[in-house]
DNA sequence: AAATATTTTTAGGCAAATCTAAATTATATT
DNA sequence: AATATAATTTAGATTTGCCTAAAAATATTT
């Protein structure tokens, strides 16, 4: 079971998967945008996984990670959680900083590294922003997590998830006070922008359509 | 100062630095055994190397790190030993199997990182095979270690490195608790074939000559 | 259903890092 | 000093991952 993959390729098998939650079989030009590569390129390396057998396809039909597939994407996406979590717990960087580290971290093959990694860390069941960590079979805990949009009035909750990972977002977020683990309850809402009065941690803050969109909560 | 330098460069700097420590100018087939590969490899990676101005170079007379080239190996080496410090200190790696994982490690680009690294180590000023890691400017405590073949008769010394990183050395190291920090004192020598009675920490060990030029120690 | 637009694939090339085989230079031996 | 041996370099290929331009397939409009 040795991983015998390129760089390249653990970075598109991670794409792939990513992709595919979403929807349905992954189109080649999207692909090509999330790699930041043009169209030919990814139908070249489409061809090369296929015949590795990472991922199913048939021509112009789009791609979908094999069986084999997703377990390598949960072992690279467990990889790059973990070491997010360390930056983050350990290290002390800014969880708005560790996204692109942790994109080289991933890629260190060594069984064992991983496994005392987890053991040091505590084998935590979530990353900085709320993303369920793989464990070493790639099962993650799926925790009912929903939109601050849909929390109801006066129901406490805790935050657990970002929709996005974007540093504009992460900074708002900090700046805001509304850190992951931080304790939330829905106190007004307005209909006019669907903004709305939320208390943090006892503090009542004010938050835009767009900033409740992106956050999510698991409810208490 | 971006280091743009790919994985396989940053090797062969790497391993210049190494050979040219016992000695003069690099010879090709040296560098080719070093680096696992074929002579002809090794002319087409070091005409790179030069025209980067990594390195000095005439053809036929064999290579030197250029002073860019020094300060980029001890960045690389710098890394290395502050991996295999956490490996060791922080995730309970035996000290004999980080190296290869630390090779990979080594890779990562991100000053930020290292910094944050360091300073969660504590600064260390040595790896945990006893080798100096070089601070942020590329500085390392040359610390006056002596053979422990010639550590004279009852003088306490501590173990500080040993002269190479083969695991059978290692292995045979660990069964005898000869581990780097500890306090050896030669209490005999015997002349028939150098072998010697040393005490580890309070226990008597009976060591042999090859074992005792493997390790380096500090006299206090 | 035909024409147009979009998406995807093919064809042919390029740079990096390696290889083998052959040529060249340096070193050692007689 | 001439020759033999060893070390090094050059020449020509290969593989990986990417590119551009053109062709083919699919999807959308009219």
């Known amino acids: 079971m040795i991983s015998n993959l390129t760089i390249a390729e653990e ?37 090369k996984l296929k015949s590795k057998g990472w991922v199913d396809y048939e021509k112009y039909q789009g791609v979908q990670l094999s069986e084999l597939g997703t377990q390598e994407a949960l072992r690279i996406i467990r990889k790059h959680r973990l070491w997010e ?8 960087f800014g969880w708005d900083e560790v996204h692109e580290v942790a994109e080289e ?24 922003h709320g993303d369920p960590i793989p464990d070493s079979s790639g099962k993650m805990e799926v925790q009912l997590q929903i939109n601050l949009i849909d929390l109801p009035l006066d129901t406490k909750a805790v935050i657990k998830a970002v929709g996005s990972q974007k540093s504009e977002l992460l900074e708002l977020l900090r700046t805001k ?6 304790e939330v309850e829905v106190k007004q809402r307005y209909s006019f922008d669907h ?8 503090q009542s803050v004010y938050i835009s359509q767009q900033l409740a969109q992106a956050l999510f909560v698991y409810p208490l």
Chains 1, 2 share one sequence.
């Open 11 to 47: 970075n598109y098998i991670k794409a792939i998967y990513h992709l595919q939650q979403s929807g349905e079989l992954v189109a080649t030009n999207a692909l090509a945008d999330q790699m930041r590569t043009k169209p030919a390129s990814v139908t070249d390396m489409i061809k």
């Open 85 to 92: 979590f360390f930056l983050v717990e350990k290290l002390k």
């Open 105 to 128: 971290l991933e890629h260190i093959n060594s069984e064992l590294l991983i496994e005392k990694l987890d053991a040091y860390l505590g084998f935590p069941k979530f990353d900085p």
């Open 177 to 182: 006070n509304l850190l992951m683990g931080s």
């Open 195 to 202: 903004s709305m009065d939320v208390v943090v941690n006892g």
